[in-house]
């Protein structure tokens, strides 16, 4: 009698066959004027509020082209970034320090950064709760999450980018980010106008708890 597979085994494979599959939606997101210019605000009100030890260890999940690991490097912070596709041969062309890992399986010890840096990353992950689950583990107690992510059903549709599967609600956000384990969470609404017309995007500050 033939040996039945392993059920979990069986799950595994399947996730990973659908995971493999949404590769095809990755495309390079060269940076624009607003994306830098958010980086640049959201990291100077972060460093007031709750500010990176010096040098300390920071994670940037979804790192795109690199803009927020520049600004990293350059407040003397050791960075190293996450992110897949075309834009990790554009950040090892600057020199920066990336490595090519889906998001939401970071391959790195538990309780090893002061910070992890996620904007406009966590609405690409098909199960977010997971996703910041990971970002909590990898930080150290004590530790330091920004989050951001845009807002559905502004004049944009950033709920119809075809890669986009998590745009959720700002209370859905801070209840998943809740429910993960943080605590003394800040959250920051940040509107503006496009051609398409107004937008809006979401911040999370939280701390891990010692």
């Known amino acids: 009698m033939p040996d039945r597979p392993d059920p979990t ?62 600004l990293f490097k350059a407040a003397g912070l050791d960075a190293v970034g996450v992110t897949l596709g075309p834009d990790a041969e554009v950040c090892r062309a600057k020199g920066l320090n990336i490595v090519e890992m889906d998001l939401s399986f970071l391959d790195f010890e538990d309780d090893r950064f002061d910070l992890v840096w996620c904007r406009h990353a966590l609405e690409h992950s098909v199960f977010p709760f997971f996703t910041l689950s990971e970002m909590h583990r990898v930080l150290k107690p004590g530790g330091v999450l920004y989050m951001e992510a845009p807002a559905p059903d502004t004049a944009p549709a950033h709920q119809a980018n075809p890669n986009h599967y998590s745009v959720l609600g700002k209370s859905m956000w801070i209840e998943l980010i809740r429910r993960t384990g943080f605590v003394d969470i800040i959250s920051i609404d940040i509107g503006f106008e496009t051609r398409a017309g107004p937008d809006t995007y979401w911040g999370f500050i939280q701390t891990k708890p010692v």
């Open 9 to 70: 085994l069986e799950r595994y494979r399947r996730l990973d066959a659908f995971l493999e599959k949404l590769r095809g939606d990755i495309y390079p997101e060269p940076p624009t004027d607003l994306h830098t210019e958010l980086t640049r605000r959201m990291f100077a009100n972060l460093a007031k509020v709750r500010p990176p030890p010096d040098g300390g260890a920071v994670l940037d999940v979804g790192c795109g082209q690199g803009v927020a690991l520049e």
